[in-house]
């Protein structure tokens, strides 16, 4: 009889584990539940603060593409101060003349610009703009080469329109010394030569420099290690075209002063023979 009362109390306690069990799985179920929501509110955030970094960098990238301009134009301007002139002469030294000529012929850039120079400390301030592949009616042909007013800080108190001599010379970079010379007389009704009232003015000059067939043959005297070399000189003395070779003689290397002394005392010694 024990057996029996044993045997009829066995299935109130297998209900009762059963109940118990499933309250677990329940109180787990919820837990989870639970889980599941604080984990997906955590993905949303994670999600949130994505997009957020992606909307920084997003905005990031601009500013550093606009601050490497800035680095390449701050860098542009200080290899320009370090080639500056403030006498009314500028020896420029054009570098990869092939590569630039190439440039031009296929008009990817018909045009090249100096570092810009001045007349004086206190001057008209300039540069020149060379067409390797010419300008205008003289393309193919000729090179052309341009003086280009510049706006300056001093040009409320200078004399408008420029209208000095300007003279060009490209070097003959052998020992023969057999250099390219010519010159121009600004033309002062051009707006090329009036106060610039933007940065720069457009260019004037001469169209027709010298021949390409100058330069064409390998080996010429005037390209040498794939460079040129060009001077514009603003002549505020008339110097007379015969001493125009003379002054191009002297050693670049000498202070313009000393330069400017020393063609006042050929030009005086040539005057008493």
């Known amino acids: ?26 109180d787990e179920s919820i837990r989870l539940q639970n889980s599941m929501e604080s984990l997906t509110q955590e993905i949303s955030s994670i999600k949130l603060s994505i997009e957020e970094q992606r909307t920084v960098l997003g905005n990031v990238q601009p500013n550093q593409e ?18 500056v002139s403030y006498d009314g002469t500028f020896i420029w030294k054009v570098t990869n003349f092939h590569e630039k000529m190439i440039d031009a012929q296929s008009e990817r850039e018909i045009s090249i610009d100096s570092p810009p120079f001045y007349s004086s400390p206190t001057g008209y301030k300039m540069r020149a703009r060379l067409y390797p592949n010419g300008n ?25 329109p420029f209208n000095y001599r300007v003279i060009c010379f490209l070097y003959d970079q052998t020992p023969r010394k057999r250099h390219i010379i010519d010159c121009f007389r600004p033309d ?39 460079t040129i070399f060009i001077k514009i000189m603003i002549d505020f003395f008339d110097m007379p075209n ?18 400017q002394l020393m063609i006042k005392q050929e030009t005086e010694r040539r005057a008493q023979q």
């Open 1 to 26: 009889m024990e057996k029996i009362h044993e045997t009829e109390h066995n299935p109130v306690h297998e209900i009762q584990i059963l109940n118990d069990d499933t309250q677990h799985l329940s």
């Open 66 to 83: 606009a601050l490497a301009q800035d680095v390449v134009s701050l860098e542009e301007k200080i290899d320009d101060m370090q080639y």
């Open 136 to 160: 205008g009616n003289a393309r193919h042909v000729y090179m052309s080469l341009y003086l280009v007013l510049m706006c300056g800080p001093n040009d409320a108190i200078l004399k408008f």
């Open 188 to 226: 002062i009704m051009s707006i090329s030569f009036q106060r610039p009232r933007s940065e720069m003015n457009v260019g004037g000059g001469i169209g027709k420099f010298f021949p390409l067939s100058i330069i064409q043959p390998e080996g010429n005297p005037y390209v040498q290690d794939d």
């Open 242 to 259: 015969p001493l125009l070779p003379y002054a191009l003689s002297l050693d670049p290397g000498l202070p313009m002063y000393i330069q």
